[in-house]
């Protein structure tokens, strides 16, 4: 799958980066704000998107409206620090296909991947 990544801290990115890639799917692009997130899903098209709640510029739950404006169908898993679940409840309430608390493990990355890739069988 071809993943962008959005998320102010460039570590987040990296760490996420890391997990798909060796997953065997393609990070084809990175932002560092929510501005240039959507700017770059239109760009890009990519299968998925890793959005950061919290962000500089344009928060990620705006980013994720401007992204589904471009898309409906667009797929964006929300980041999020604990403490911020009234956020993912309102971000899966405007269209994002699923959430991951930080910090988190490989694994629930690899299973919403997974979960997704079955989706795109049926």
Not at 82 to 111: C, H, N
């Amino acid at each position: 799958m071809k993943v962008l990544l959005v998320d102010d801290s460039k570590y987040m990115r990296h760490y996420i980066k890391t997990i798909v890639t060796e997953a065997g799917h393609v990070v084809v692009g990175e932002a560092s704000d929510g501005q240039m997130g959507i700017d770059l899903y239109d760009e890009l098209r990519p299968d998925v998107v890793f959005m950061d709640i919290t962000m500089p510029v344009l928060s990620g739950f705006d980013s994720l409206k401007g992204i589904r404006q471009i898309d409906p169908k667009a797929v964006v898993i929300m980041c999020s620090a604990m403490g911020q679940q009234w956020l993912i409840r309102d971000s899966i309430l405007e269209g994002a296909y699923d959430f991951v608390t930080k910090p988190f493990k490989a694994d629930k990355v690899l299973f919403i991947l997974s979960r997704y890739g079955e989706h795109l069988k049926r």
